[in-house]
């Protein structure tokens, strides 16, 4: 199974989540340790949905700098996460890995991986299990800038199921 969906049942971001991403003052924020600020796409309809039938919910814009690596993790505060992808920068990717096993006893190093990149649309929702191992590399020379979405307790399979039983023409 894959670790992301492309969500078909939820329209392009419109323009002003856009702009407001586009024009955002990202500061520098930790746990984790990363460009951030507030969406007001908080109160979107999709969000207060979100948050009705999920509890706690909340959306911000993330910047990955022009010339920035951020390092393969799990994210520690979701499972799961709802994102656009608002600008992106030549060359940049964002990606899974899972390990190359070797057989038992053989002499090895963790040094093998497959990849699979979240080949994102601009402005169309993609669903990312965040529970597996993730990385963006961004060689530059734009910021590479994404909408999210967290619903805190919410499985990635369980949110995929949600949306597809909710379909909408618009966020707000
Ligand atoms: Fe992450």
């Known amino acids: 199974m894959s670790n992301f969906t ?5 329209p392009v971001l419109p323009d002003h989540y856009i702009n407001e991403g586009m024009a955002a003052n990202f500061q520098l924020k930790f746990r984790p340790c990363s460009y951030r600020v507030r969406s007001s796409f908080f ?4 969000a207060t949905m979100l948050r009705n039938k999920f509890g706690t919910c909340w ?7 022009a010339g920035s690596y951020y390092d393969w993790h799990c994210d520690f505060s979701r499972k799961c996460a709802l994102n656009w992808l608002i600008n992106t920068s030549p060359r940049s ?4 890995r899972e390990l190359v096993l070797t057989p038992p006893g053989t002499p090895t190093q963790t040094i093998l991986f497959d990849m699979e990149e979240i080949n994102y649309t601009l402005y169309h929702p993609v669903v990312l ?10 060689p530059g020379p734009e910021d590479r800038i994404l909408l999210s979405v967290t619903v805190e307790n919410v499985e990635y399979y369980e949110l995929l199921e949600w949306l597809s039983q909710n379909p909408m023409d618009t966020y707000d």
């Open 129 to 138: 299990n965040t529970h597996h191992e993730h990385a963006v590399i961004n």
């Open 59 to 65: 959306a911000e814009y993330i910047s990955f700098k």
């Open 93 to 96: 990717i964002a990606m899974y």
């Open 6 to 10: 492309y969500i078909t049942t939820l």
């Open 43 to 46: 109160h979107s309809k999709l």
